[in-house]
T-cell receptor, first 113, second 118 residues
Framework: DAKTTQPTSMDCAEGRAANLPCNHSTISGNEYVYWYRQIHSQGPQYIIHGLKNNETNEMASLIITEDRKSSTLILPHATLRDTAVYYCIVRVPSSGGYQKVTFGTGTKLQVIP | DTGVSQDPRHKITKRGQNVTFRCDPI?????LYWYRQTLGQGPEFLTY????????KSRLLSDRFSAERPKGSFSTLEIQRTEQGDSAMYLC????????????????FGPGTRLTVL
């Protein structure tokens, strides 16, 4: 498995963009980058994923560097409800065998009023 | 998608007792996963089913743990002779590797069952 490294914690002012970085320097060519978040005492919530192109959905944007060794999750206008632990993982969405997914300890994002 | 559901949400038990948790995946999701999460850590993989077949088990899954998915729909996770170290959040996730498009095999998690062993 490619492993990911994320900062332990970050603060962001309410209404500002939150930029959460993730390093995945050993990512394989067919591995996607997935982002999940976990609000206290709830299950992880899928946010977004991508292979090499930048992606955007109603929740966030994902910017992946050209060499794919790092990525940034962007929450364009952070609200207090975005306070959570954000996990970056890499995996292959596969029609074949299962690839173990390894979650690290994530980044605890605190949105400040 | 109605979402992954888990029951119960909370369980308190005494050491040595057996407990069973249930997971109902998103309908038509053929893959189901169990994870365990302790305080301050990310989820750790326990086991994985494709339809009714259990295809992968982590070495974290000791012989006191057993998981089933008898009809390829809901799954149960049983812990026998619970120990205080079993106290954790037990998470279930499901996915469909047959689904077409960008969300193929994306895992969706349930709310978890929080187990406390006294």
């Amino acid at each position: 498995d490619a492993k990911t490294t994320q900062p332990t914690s970050m603060d962001c002012a309410e209404g500002r963009a939150a930029n959460l970085p993730c390093n995945h320097s050993t990512i394989s060519g067919n591995e996607y980058v997935y982002w999940y978040r976990q609000i206290h005492s709830q299950g992880p919530q899928y946010i977004i994923h991508g292979l090499k192109n930048n992606e955007t959905n109603e929740m966030a944007s994902l910017i992946i560097t050209e060499d794919r060794k790092s990525s940034t999750l962007i929450l364009p206008h952070a609200t207090l409800r975005d306070t959570a632990v954000y996990y970056c993982i890499v995996r292959v969405p596969s029609s074949g065998g299962y690839q173990k997914v390894t979650f690290g300890t994530g980044t605890k994002l605190q949105v400040i009023p | 998608d109605t979402g992954v559901s888990q029951d119960p949400r909370h369980k308190i038990t005494k050491r040595g007792q057996n407990v069973t948790f249930r997971c109902d995946p998103i309908s038509e999701h053929n893959r189901l996963y169990w994870y365990r999460q302790t305080l301050g850590q990310g989820p750790e993989f326990l086991t994985y089913f494709q339809n009714e077949a259990q295809l992968e088990k982590s070495r974290l899954l000791s012989d006191r743990f057993s998981a089933e998915r008898p009809k390829g729909s809901f799954s149960t996770l049983e812990i026998q002779r619970t120990e205080q170290g079993d106290s954790a959040m037990y998470l279930c996730a499901s996915s469909s590797h047959l689904r077409q498009g960008r969300l193929r095999d994306t895992q969706y998690f349930g709310p978890g069952t929080r187990l406390t062993v006294l």
